[in-house]
Nanobody, 125 residues
Framework: QVLLEESGGGLAQPGGSLRLSCRAP???????????MGWYRQAPGKQRELVAT???????RYGDSVKGRFTISRDNSRKMVTLQMNSLKPEDTAVYYC????????????????WGQGTQVTVSS
């Protein structure tokens, strides 16, 4: 009944790296390949915000705060999306949620689709 399986969260030092993975094992590949995949994050007291998304043909977009530091990729044969996070900062601390969806989100909002349960990322010395 859980569509998305997230892994890779944890504790990192400032300037360090983490890699998050999200899998959709219940979907067949041909169906998975029609979806946009992405990551959003939410820190305490803040709105859920865009980190990165990637379409079936690997078109990407990033939140302004992570451009040049994070990279999103997908492996359609494995039904997996990966977020490589480098040069981590304390302000990256948040719960990171994997998402799968079709349509674009409203301005300043989040997409309509399914969400993972979230994985905690903490950046601290």
């Amino acid at each position: 009944q859980v569509l998305l399986e997230e892994s890779g969260g944890g504790l990192a030092q400032p300037g360090g790296s983490l890699r998050l993975s999200c899998r959709a094992p219940r979907l067949i590949t041909s169906v998975f390949n029609t979806y946009i995949m992405g990551w959003y994050r939410q820190a305490p007291g803040k709105q859920r915000e865009l980190v990165a998304t990637i379409t079936y043909d690997r078109t990407t977009r990033y939140g302004d705060s992570v451009k040049g530091r994070f990279t999103i990729s997908r492996d359609n044969s494995r039904k997996m999306v990966t977020l490589q996070m480098n040069s981590l900062k304390p302000e990256d601390t948040a719960v990171y949620y994997c998402t799968i969806h079709r349509g674009p989100p409203p301005p300043g909002g989040v997409p309509q689709g399914d969400w993972g349960q979230g994985t905690q990322v903490t950046v601290s010395s």
